[in-house]
């Protein structure tokens, strides 16, 4: 179902994300690109919060912050990139 999981902390509780998508491409940072996309490039991601046991945990979704996600979407950035 994921095509990664890893542990992290959310609020400062251990828990793990579950990623179910991710897509990057970098950027041309050409003056020519059809899109400011093309330019500048994108990542995005989907993904659950889970338990350290590996199931859903919606009562931990409702602690994130946005700080949180941004920081969590770097989390699975990095660790998919390498």
């Known amino acids: 179902m994921y095509i990664a999981e890893f542990e992290t902390k959310v609020a400062g509780i251990p828990c793990m994300i579950g990623v179910i998508r991710f897509d990057s491409e970098a950027g041309s940072y050409s003056h020519s690109a059809p899109s400011d996309v093309d330019y500048y490039g ?17 009562w931990l979704d409702r602690k994130l912050t946005r700080e ?9 950035k990095t660790h998919l990139e390498g």
């Open 68 to 76: 949180m996600v941004e920081r969590v979407e770097q989390e699975i």
């Open 42 to 58: 994108y990542t995005e991601s989907e993904w659950d919060l889970l338990d350290r046991r590996g199931r859903p945990a919606p």
